[in-house]
């Protein structure tokens, strides 16, 4: 539970509990309640999702009903085959990736997935891809070039994983590779940042020819308990981070460092995510159209071109 949503969790709570009652009395006309009650809580959401702080977003990015790469795939991609390994050293389910068919035109799709229960999140490693996840995501890559594949990405994750192991194989470098891949790609590239957008781990499969970013995800270069152990030796400064690092979608979109923003429904990507995924699956159709449109050499030179101007104009 979000702590700023407990009044609308409340009113959720009491419509859940008259309806059981109702349930139960054939005789109870409730519906007159019911709708007051849920037109305060639209009034609730607006007042709430109109107004929040960088911290709160940071808290709507992670939260765990948020839809998932596996919900966009399911929702958006017909006969996803999902593809394993690096070839190198093995699978990291981390980050996930595979072909499938988007509107009907094959793609190669990726991404961080979080997962759910525990044991999901611990076989996931909670988004957080080693060296053998971005190697993978690099191959995928080259297939999709080499088959003339657009790509999608969808990226969560707070970032990529700082173990020993992950470290000792080459982290840095398979970062940097997968990065430098995703520049030199010769076909459309779309990333949507769907929830965290974290450091390195994000930005090598997000350096894309055009990056989105639902409207409550965050895009940093560090967690924001990450920051505030830097800077104030505490992680307790946590929400003076939020707001020193311009992480919300409208900060990224302002610093030219996105493309747009796509709109969630009132109350966050959670409560409707069937909704949120239609509306990315929109935005990445009309996109890919107009990729799609342009020669290969000119689709280059415009992803390098948008990369290099960043922060010469601030």
């Not at 940093?220 to 939020?242: H, M, N, T």
């Amino acid at each position: 539970m979000l702590d700023f949503e407990k009044p609308v969790l409340e009113l959720e709570n009491k419509i859940v509990e008259l309806r059981k009652v109702s349930s139960n009395d054939s005789g109870m006309n409730i519906s007159e309640e019911i709708d007051r009650m849920q037109n305060k809580i639209q009034r609730l959401l607006v007042s709430t999702y109109s107004k929040l702080t960088p911290a709160q977003r940071v808290k709507v990015a992670r939260h765990p009903q948020r839809p998932h790469f596996k919900d966009y795939v399911e929702q958006m991609i017909e006969d996803f085959t999902p593809l394993a390994g690096d070839r190198q050293f093995g699978e990291d389910e981390a980050l996930i990736g595979g072909i499938g068919r988007f509107e009907g035109q094959s793609v190669v799709i990726m991404g961080h997935e979080k997962g759910r229960e525990t044991n999901e999140r611990i076989r996931h490693n909670f988004g957080m891809a080693r060296p053998e996840g971005y190697r993978k995501a690099q191959r995928l890559m080259r297939m999709a070039e080499q088959f003339d594949l657009p790509i999608i990405s969808l990226v969560d994750t707070a970032g990529a994983y700082p173990g020993l192991g992950a470290e000792e194989r080459g982290q840095s470098e398979a970062i940097a590779r997968s990065i430098e891949t995703c520049l030199s790609v010769e076909t459309p590239f779309i990333s949507v940042i769907i929830g965290e957008g974290g450091s390195g781990g994000a930005i090598a499969i997000a350096a894309a020819d055009k990056v989105f970013m639902l409207e409550h995800s965050v895009y940093s270069v560090i967690s924001p308990e990450g920051c505030a152990s830097i800077l104030w030796r505490s992680a307790d400064y946590a929400q003076d981070a939020s707001s020193a690092l311009k992480l919300t979608s409208e900060d990224m979109l302002k610093l030219g460092l996105i493309d747009d923003i796509i709109k969630e429904p009132m109350g966050g990507a959670h409560r409707q995510a069937e909704k949120t995924i239609k509306r990315t699956q929109t935005k990445i159709l009309e996109s890919l159209r107009e990729l799609k449109a342009l020669p290969r050499d000119k689709l280059l030179e415009q992803r390098e071109q948008k990369f290099l101007d960043m922060g010469r104009n601030l």
